[in-house]
């Protein structure tokens, strides 16, 4: 894929592929894979990156580590081999993505104890996400995004017709309470957004929503513990002032509420230390990589 904003945005020539699947033979996935270059090569670009579908803002990495238990919501997943494919062809690492596990994610009455001092000190309010004025909020969240994410490896701004795109289709879903957002002293300062792992109830469904399959999934819903923190930012200048954490809190404590007890912070950047270190501080782990791969298109 030619993305022209992240020709514009970081001044490369860089193209994506994305949507791999392939049996485990290297004369199937260097034929998807050459056929990928050439038309990367035939629009001008000079290095082809993902596996992204279709860009970093949506699906992306390869799973590399942690094939045990299910996919999570929105996330990669493939077998173990793929990596050997890529290898063999001549894909080099470019970046890798983490993803962290909580189970039983309740914060400690220390942890509470410490996030009420952090919202009087810095004067931090929480607020979820609004249904009645749902639009909004999503503006709110495209202006934070593009700029949290700004100077990230891999970034591309999110156009207002992705975002909107986006939010249509997640709107059926999301739990607003496991969207929030967080001010300074009156001033934007971040947001975060957790979804219910859905794939629990997706996966009874056969793929058929009739004639049963909805009722399935409605029955199954009621049994997801798990949620996935999809995305979380914090704008520069508060970003040493215990807004993510914070937000991280105030996401799992709602979540409890909802019966989900274990949480999924997925993805971060392997070299985004002071994410990874907030989330360490709450007692998560890593527990899956997912690898972005380069390689030049003329080689």
Known sequence: ????????????????????????????????????????????????????????????????????????????????????????????????????????????????KVADGLRKRYGVTLRTLDMKNFWEDVAIVRRIYNDAWQDNWGHIPMTKAELDYMAK?????????????????????????????????????????????????????????TARTLTLGVLEKYRRSGVAELLMLEMMINAEKKGIVNAEFSWVLEDNMMMRASLEKLGARVYRIYRMYDIPIGG
Do not use: C
């Open 1 to 112: 894929m030619r993305n022209e904003l992240q020709l514009e945005f970081h001044k490369d020539k860089t193209g994506f592929f994305g949507l791999f699947e392939s049996v485990n033979d290297q004369r199937v996935s260097r034929a998807l894979l050459d056929t990928a270059r050439t038309w990367l090569s035939s629009r001008g670009l000079d290095t082809m990156r993902g596996p992204a579908s279709f860009s970093l803002n949506e699906e992306a990495g390869l799973l590399v580590d942690g094939f045990d238990g299910p996919p999570m919501v929105m996330m990669t997943y493939n077998p173990p081999w793929y990596a050997d494919l890529f290898a063999t062809y001549g894909l080099e690492k470019s970046k890798d993505l983490v993803a962290y596990w909580w189970p039983n994610a309740k914060p400690s009455p220390r942890l509470l």
């Open 169 to 225: 289709q997640l709107k059926p879903v999301v739990e607003p309470t496991l969207v929030v957002f967080a001010e300074v002293k009156g001033e934007l300062a971040g947001f975060g957004l957790a979804l219910p792992d859905f794939n629990v109830a997706l996966k009874h469904m056969n793929g058929s929503l009739f004639p049963f399959g909805w009722a399935k999934a409605l029955w199954y819903s009621r049994k997801i513990h």
